[in-house]
């Protein structure tokens, strides 16, 4: 629609009014998890990009012409090139000499502590030296802030409500780049500085920001990049940074618009690049390359869009991005064949130790994710190829020829197997932490002791969660394993897990007696079996009969019956005792 000059200003301070109250509704909501998905591979390729786009913005003040404005990397390139032929000396040396003036004493206030005040002065001192300068010569091919009205906004409240409802995409638009745009920037100064961000928090405050400016004539705002990296290079550390900033905002507006009418645009363009240049983060890329080669693929894709297609469309592209990669992953989980480490009742992964052994006929898989329609064929899948491509290499117990149990273990409580196990992971972390503080630096150290504990912690994470969908491919599974004489065990699954599955009757389908507190106890209770079926075959019929008295003989006969020790080649470990998870009387 043609809208006049007048319209369209009373439009763009009805649509900052609009756009603060989304964002004020948001955190009030707590959305603020939604920044979640911002991760730290497309803030850092984010916050690069945008400080080489920022830079080149600027370059217009040091080469003297004006430079198409743009957050692509290759119209602002284009426009630098077209017009060098209006190149000037003056401004070029003079934002130079300041940007060297800014750089020096940024590092002599990080390096020396005697300095340290030098690092939050270099801004005020680029803008006065470059005022004195001006004040000094008037060099005429230096272009000036010039003239600034006087005087603070005046208070009105926004009209044209009547539009208001044709401009709600657009306000919903512009709340949801401005949040990923402004939280992305408070996220990565948030990782420089070593603090935590409350993202529902940074919403409310946007939003307030927004409200109060269109009662000021506004038009809607969102953090500034180039305003947080020279606020962040001059050292500030709270909130009140903001508050002495604005006060001292508001003075000027009223009493020293004069004093700001020689100040060189070249100088404050110098201030902006020495502040961006600091968030140019290639070591990042560097970092992630040899650490995961998918994060440095989000960073490259980050940074390249942001660069070639805009900061907005940049972040949009990441964060779709890292949500695509976070699909991928839960829907094709990471699924391990477990093995027993020697001398103990612990069941870890067969790749990451490869002194664990498993037995013939029994096959024991973790899945390391919570079962749901998007990864329960993947899981089907892989629990088939486990079942017809076993390593015998390395497998303890009676011959058989084939598998007839799979123990699916729910959780990954390291230290279920007593202190015995305690003591063999606690000495295992050891060895580890002392292996690389041997062969690490400081920071090295710093590094690898948060890695392992997270690998701790990742020993007791469980699977949490199983939908209906999974639930159904579970009977499907258990018949199809039925019919080829093969028994589903199920290992300590959480209390919500095992609800589900009762209620959708899986406990009832595969057997009470199936069910384990321990893996190892439905490795005893499998092997006895397989014991049974490689000394006297049976049909599937007879097979079923004895499930009944299987846990009576076994408790009353424990010492007179097979040794499960002899059984696993001379591991000499006895039991206190062995139960299932669930009564059959109950």
């Not at 119209?75 to 060098?84: C, D, M, Q, T, Y």
């Not at 928090?201 to 990296?229: C, D, V, W």
């Not at 070249?266 to 902006?272: D, F, P, S």
């Not at 199936?514 to 019929?541: E, G, I």
Request: proline share 4%; aromatic share 10%; net charge neutral.
């Amino acid at each position: 629609m043609d809208l006049s000059d007048e319209l369209y200003t009373e439009l763009a301070i009805l649509l900052a009014f609009m756009v603060g109250i989304m964002e004020c509704i948001m955190a009030f909501l707590r959305l603020g998890w939604l920044i979640r998905f911002i991760s730290h591979s497309v803030i850092s390729g984010f916050t690069t990009a945008s400080a080489i786009v920022i830079a080149l913005s600027q370059a217009k003040y040091f080469l003297g012409y004006d430079v198409v404005r743009s957050s692509k990397i290759v119209p602002l390139i284009k426009s630098i090139i077209s017009g060098a032929h209006k190149f000037s000396w003056p401004p070029f040396v003079m934002g130079s000499c300041i940007l060297a003036i800014l750089l020096v004493m940024k590092h002599l206030g990080k390096s020396r502590k005697q300095f340290r005040f030098l690092r939050p002065a270099g801004p005020l001192t680029a803008v006065v030296l470059g005022t004195v300068f001006v004040k000094i010569f008037h060099p005429s091919s230096i272009s000036l802030v010039g003239d600034i009205p006087q005087g603070l906004p005046s208070f009105s409240i926004p009209k044209k409500f009547e539009y208001a409802k044709s401009l709600i995409p657009t306000a919903m638009l512009i709340t949801g780049v401005a949040i990923l745009e402004s939280v992305g920037i408070a996220k990565a100064l948030a990782a420089k500085n070593g603090y935590e961000l409350d993202s529902s928090q940074e919403l409310f405050g946007l939003g307030l920001a927004n409200i109060l400016g269109s009662f000021f004539s506004a038009y809607p705002s969102t953090g500034s990049f180039s305003r947080s990296a020279v606020n962040n290079d001059s050292g500030a550390k709270t909130g009140l940074a903001g508050i002495v900033a604005g006060t001292i905002m508001g003075c000027s507006l009223l009493f020293l618009t004069p004093l700001f009418e020689y100040i060189p645009q070249c100088g404050l363009a110098a201030i902006v690049i020495s502040a961006v240049m600091g968030l140019v983060d290639y070591h990042e890329a560097i970092f992630l390359w040899h650490v995961d080669k998918k994060d440095f693929v989000l960073w490259i894709i980050t940074s390249t869009t942001t660069l070639f297609l805009g900061i907005e469309i940049g972040v949009l592209v990441g964060v779709g991005v890292s949500l695509a990669f976070v699909i991928h992953e839960s829907a094709n989980p990471h699924i391990a064949v477990l093995g027993r480490l020697p001398g103990t009742t612990v069941y870890r992964n067969i790749q990451q130790y490869p002194e664990a052994y498993t037995y013939n006929g029994i096959v024991i898989v973790r899945v390391d994710a919570p079962i749901y329609f998007a990864n329960i064929s993947f899981i089907k899948d892989r629990l088939r190829e486990y079942e017809a491509d076993v390593d015998k290499s390395a497998r303890h117990g009676p011959e058989v020829e084939r598998i007839h149990f799979l123990i699916l273990e729910m959780s990954l409580t390291g230290f279920s197997g007593g202190c015995q196990d305690h003591n063999f992971f606690h000495s295992k972390f050891s060895r580890m932490l002392a292996k690389f503080a041997n062969e690490a630096d400081e920071n090295k150290v710093h590094q690898t002791i948060w890695l392992l504990i997270f690998q701790m912690f990742y020993y007791f994470v469980a699977i949490t969660y199983i939908d209906s969908s999974a639930v159904q491919a579970l009977k499907d599974l258990h018949q199809e394993y039925k019919s080829r004489d093969i028994e589903i065990c199920i290992a300590n699954p959480n209390q919500d897990v095992l609800l589900t599955l009762t209620k959708a009757g899986i406990v009832e389908l595969i057997g009470k007696e199936w069910y384990f507190v321990r893996v190892h106890d439905a490795v005893q209770v499998c092997l006895q079996h397989v014991q049974s079926l490689n000394q006297t075959p049976k049909n599937p019929d007879s097979f079923a009969e004895d499930k009944p008295s299987f846990f009576q003989r076994l408790s009353k006969q424990r010492e007179e019956d097979l040794s499960i020790a002899e059984l696993e080649s001379g591991d000499k470990i006895t039991e206190p005792h062995l139960e299932p998870l669930l009564s059959r009387k109950s």
